[in-house]
């Protein structure tokens, strides 16, 4: 299904949650969406275990998924997902399309200029290539000479960027832009590109349910890349949303129940215990490249 034929999902109450309303939560919520009953959610839902379709190509689960439904039951409002292009998530917030951004979306100073993110979780980025390896990538400093791909908008096309400064001129690394890492992954097999970089959480889940029909991809092990938050995007106005969505979440971790949502993923190492808001910065030097 196509990102822009695809039907809004909503997700809320009815889903069968086991929690229940939170009158305190509620009462945070800001009155417009209290009078709409309503948030709107933009996802790309091509970043397995965080956000993804199901098998009848129209359900988004996950992760994220999984938080935005125990959220909605404490909350009592509906959340409504909308399928997008990673690139356009933070502008939709901008323009009103969109009330949040829940896309497996990294915490970094730059985006905090234009939204405030709530920090939910920690990711790295690793080096996506062909099983194998065989450019005997190692590093990302291997890449000069080679095409790589990365989705617009994203912090893997930033990393390509800036180590394609750093190639020498008889061995530059072309960077190829595309829409969404299923577009990349197509690429990667036909051989129009010769590595990516995609968040590590999301490609092992990913590599790990590949068709067998598929030529297999991997991860380059022992070497990741972009180390911080992962957040929840929110407009920079919304800041009784966000604190709404802040206090949720951290009852939720204080009740055990965030716990079981990662263990469900097996991504228990990336969990935190505190949410915070704009704490990207601890992890500044996130770019940082080989040395």
């Known amino acids: 299904m196509s990102l822009a034929a695809a039907a809004m999902i909503a997700v809320g109450a009815s ?14 919520l800001p009155d417009d969406i209290k009078t709409s009953g309503e948030v709107k959610v933009g996802t790309e839902p091509q970043a397995p275990p965080y956000d993804y379709y ?3 190509n129209t359900t988004i689960i996950g992760l994220e ?10 909350l009592g409002i509906k959340f409504t997902v909308l399928p997008s292009q990673f690139a356009s998530i933070i502008p939709g917030i901008q323009a009103g399309r969109f009330d949040i951004g829940m896309s497996a979306m990294g915490d970094f100073v730059e ?12 990711e790295g980025t690793s080096i996506v290539v062909l099983e194998g390896n065989p450019h005997n990538i190692a590093k990302l400093k291997d890449a000069c000479g ?12 930033e990393l390509l960027d800036k180590q394609k400064t750093l190639c020498p001129a008889d061995k530059p690394l072309e960077v190829m832009q ?9 690429a990667l097999r036909s051989g129009r590109v010769d590595l990516s970089m995609d968040t590590t959480g999301v490609a092992a889940f990913s590599f790990a349910n590949q068709p067998a029909s598929d030529k297999k991809l991997a991860l380059v092990e022992g070497v990741k890349y972009a180390a911080g938050y992962q957040g929840i995007m929110v407009g920079k106005k919304d800041t ?6 802040v206090a949720t ?6 009740d055990g129940s965030y716990a079981r949502i990662f263990d469900k993923y097996k991504l228990g190492e990336n969990m935190i215990k505190t949410i915070t808001v704009n704490d990207g910065a601890r992890f500044a030097d996130y770019l940082k490249l080989d040395e």
């Open 15 to 28: 889903s069968g949650m086991a929690a229940e309303l939170d009158k305190s939560l509620h009462d945070m």
């Open 54 to 56: 199901a098998n009848d």
């Open 65 to 74: 998924q999984d938080l935005i439904a125990e959220m909605s039951a404490r």
């Open 111 to 122: 985006r905090q200029k234009i939204v405030d993110i709530i920090d939910y979780t920690l």
């Open 146 to 157: 080679l095409r790589a791909g990365a989705v617009q908008g994203s912090i893997p096309l």
């Open 178 to 186: 595309f829409p969404s890492n299923d577009q990349i992954k197509i």
């Open 240 to 245: 009784h949303l966000r604190d709404a969505i």
């Open 249 to 254: 979440l951290q009852k939720m971790i204080d």
